[in-house]
């Protein structure tokens, strides 16, 4: 059997068949998760290379419905969770099909995802960590590029003139004549002063 090659195009058709075909237990599950937990819920969500059918970028929570197209003894599910998991740094929470539809099963599904919200609280560290790491290394650019602007128009309006430096350094030698003689006066004064009050 040929293999065939996952591209984003090919998960982007599965992904708007699946949204557009959603099984009984995939729309219930979307209304428990919006009712019950208060947050953002994107479904049929592509993670190269799956898809997920809900997933809560808030809490780093993925929630899988287990029905005919995923099998529980899957050997593939795990596997696949652990790649989730690694390369995506999120918790995977697999619930049965079945129990979606049941009426006394739904504390119980609750409880399963409250306890996976739990256990992905490090990946929400982790993800805070490394937002907040990679605001502050995109303010350090934006702040090194404005100071090499700054630089650069520094460098561009400031335009030697020999005669300019010329006038400069002369009024600069006049204010130090001016000011040394400032100071002989007072000391002259303050000498009279002292000569004065003796």
Same mark, same amino acid.
């Given at each position: 059997?040929?293999?065939?090659?996952?591209?984003?195009?090919? =998960?982007?058709?599965?992904?708007?068949?699946? =949204?557009?075909?959603?099984?009984?237990?995939? $729309?219930?599950?979307? &209304?428990? *998760?919006?009712?019950?937990?208060?947050?953002?819920?994107?479904?049929?969500? +592509?993670?190269?290379?799956?898809?997920? !059918?809900?997933? =809560?970028? &808030?809490?780093? *929570?993925?929630?899988?419905?287990?029905?005919?197209?995923? #099998?529980?003894?899957?050997?593939?599910?795990?596997?696949? #969770?652990?790649? *989730?998991?690694?390369?995506?740094?999120? %918790?995977?929470?697999? +619930? $049965?099909? &079945? !129990?979606?539809?049941?009426?006394? %099963? /739904?504390?119980? +599904? +609750?409880?399963?995802?409250?306890?996976?919200?739990?256990?992905?609280? #490090?990946?929400?560290?982790?993800?805070?960590?490394?937002?907040?790491?990679?605001?502050?290394?995109?303010?350090?650019?934006?702040?090194?590029?404005?100071? %090499? %602007?700054?630089?650069?128009?520094?460098?561009?309006?400031?335009?030697?003139?020999?005669?300019?430096?010329?006038?400069?350094?002369?009024? #600069?030698?006049?204010?130090?004549?001016?000011?040394?003689?400032?100071?002989?006066?007072?000391?002259?004064? =303050?000498?009279? *002063?002292?000569?004065? /009050?003796?």
């Amino acid at each position: 059997m040929e293999r065939v090659k996952i591209t984003t195009k090919l =998960l982007k058709q599965r992904k708007k068949r699946m =949204l557009q075909n959603p099984t009984i237990a995939q $729309s219930l599950m979307h &209304d428990l *998760l919006f009712r019950h937990f208060k947050t953002h819920v994107r479904r049929q969500v +592509i993670l190269r290379p799956y898809i997920v !059918d809900f997933l =809560l970028p &808030d809490k780093c *929570l993925v929630v899988e419905i287990e029905g005919k197209t995923h #099998d529980e003894n899957n050997p593939i599910n795990p596997k696949r #969770d652990r790649r *989730l998991e690694a390369r995506y740094r999120i %918790k995977v929470v697999r +619930i $049965s099909a &079945d !129990d979606v539809g049941r009426i006394g %099963k /739904t504390a119980q +599904i +609750i409880q399963t995802i409250k306890k996976g919200i739990e256990e992905a609280k #490090d990946f929400a560290k982790e993800r805070t960590y490394r937002n907040q790491k990679l605001e502050n290394q995109r303010q350090e650019r934006l702040i090194k590029q404005k100071a %090499k %602007k700054i630089k650069a128009t520094e460098t561009k309006t400031i335009v030697k003139d020999p005669e300019l430096e010329q006038k400069k350094l002369a009024f #600069d030698a006049r204010q130090r004549e001016e000011q040394a003689k400032a100071e002989r006066e007072k000391a002259e004064r =303050l000498k009279r *002063l002292y000569a004065r /009050t003796f």
